[in-house]
């Protein structure tokens, strides 16, 4: 099962594989026995929810592109700090931008259904639930700071262009 809570659980490159061949056995087994069953309403259930973790994924990548780009601009500014009053503005800018990016890295993250998990088919759907729910607020963080940031990038070219006048 998921852990909740688990801070650098993100780092356990293997987690949820199976590494052996009794464990990849007893998955495909189990695997089985959850598509021989009368499935039809958590099939309808898993469609729906993993396809809103594909929406996540996706709207997560366009995000990411856009502060690459974001990122750039900023870049392209920080590296000659000196010639600005407002240099406040470009560091508060590219720190938010990549925290977005950071954070977005954890909604893109890949997770796979324990054994456990697919024999209790309600337990997986809540499950999916959660995630997709965790993932979507952390989405929202991200847009908020990217929104954010390129909103400090508009009031520091303001103030430079109002400051040359």
Not at 73 to 94: A, E, H, N, P
Not at 125 to 140: E, H, S
Request: aromatic share 12%; glycine share 4%; charged share 20%.
């Amino acid at each position: 099962m998921y852990r909740v809570g688990t801070m650098f659980g993100m780092f356990k490159i293997l987690d949820e594989l199976q590494t052996n061949e009794n464990e990849r056995e007893r998955y495909i087994t189990t695997l089985a026995g959850v598509f021989t069953e009368d499935t039809t309403i958590h099939k309808e259930i898993f469609d729906h929810l993993y396809g809103c973790l594909s929406i996540l994924d996706s709207k997560s990548a366009s995000l990411l592109s856009f502060n690459a780009i974001t990122s750039t601009i900023f870049s392209i500014y920080i590296s000659d700090l000196s010639r600005t009053d407002y240099r406040i503005f470009i560091i508060v800018g590219i720190f938010l931008t990549l925290t977005s990016s950071l954070i977005l890295l954890l909604v893109v993250r890949i997770r796979w259904s324990t054994q456990s998990e697919l024999e209790c088919l309600d337990c997986t759907a809540l499950q999916l639930l959660y995630i997709r729910n965790k993932r979507t607020v952390l989405y929202r963080i991200s847009w908020l700071l990217s929104f954010s940031s390129i909103v400090i990038l508009m009031l520091w070219i303001l103030l430079e262009l109002f400051s040359k006048l």
